[in-house]
Each structure stands twice: as C-alpha cells, then as structure tokens.
Nanobody, 114 residues
Framework: VQLVESGGGLVQPGESLRHSCEASGFSLNGYGIIWHRQAPGSPLDWVASIGGTNLQKYVDSVKCRFTIIRDNAKKAVYLQMNSLKPEDTAVYYC?????????WGQGTQVTVSS
C-alpha cells in the first residue's frame, strides 16, 4: 500500500508540469488528497486539496494556475501546474487521508528556473 508520485522536473518560468499521485494497493475513493511542498530552507506548506466530495481548495499563491484532476478509474489524482514561477520550486508531496489513515508519496522535485 503506497502512493507513488511522478511528474516533477526542471522547467522554465511560464511552463507547465503535471504532478501525478497514484495509489498502489488501495483505491483513492473516499480519500481526500492534499498536496504539500517544501522549498529549500522552508517548512512544509499546504498547497492544495480535494475532499471526498471533490471540493477543491488552493493556497492563494497558486489559485488560477494549479488545478486538481481526479481519476478514480486510474486510482490517480493529478496536480496540473501551469504558468510556473521560480517561487514554485520545491519538493512536492501528495497525501491521501481518510479518517485516521494517511498515506504519503515519496516526494518529487519541481524546479522552475531560466
């Protein structure tokens, strides 16, 4: 049972990335998904979340640029990141949570630099 992340990388400002969070060994149905990120020398920050009812929330700095896409058939949730900025550079983590259960992905590096 684990969450597997992919989709990080190095991009230039203004480009896009899709960060994937896929469940292995369990279904994401009924789980809320939370994205966190940690920039160098900074604490872990909440970025975005989608609840079991598909209610989505975003930190102000990524609103209108980041979008969560849920695909239950593929047991995956995606964070579509558009118009990336250097300040989006961080290690991104996804977390699947339901009641007292929580699974974390391994983290993926996103670097935005010219």
């Amino acid at each position: 049972v684990q969450l597997v992340e992919s989709g990080g990388g190095l991009v230039q400002p203004g480009e896009s990335l899709r960060h994937s969070c896929e469940a292995s060994g369990f279904s994401l149905n009924g789980y809320g998904i939370i994205w966190h990120r940690q920039a160098p020398g900074s604490p872990l920050d909440w970025v975005a979340s989608i609840g079991g009812t598909n209610l989505q929330k975003y930190v102000d700095s990524v609103k209108c640029r980041f979008t969560i896409i849920r695909d239950n058939a593929k047991k995956a949730v995606y964070l579509q990141m558009n118009s990336l900025k250097p300040e989006d550079t961080a290690v991104y983590y996804c977390e699947a949570t339901r009641l007292s259960t929580s699974y974390w992905g391994q983290g993926t590096q996103v670097t935005v630099s010219s």
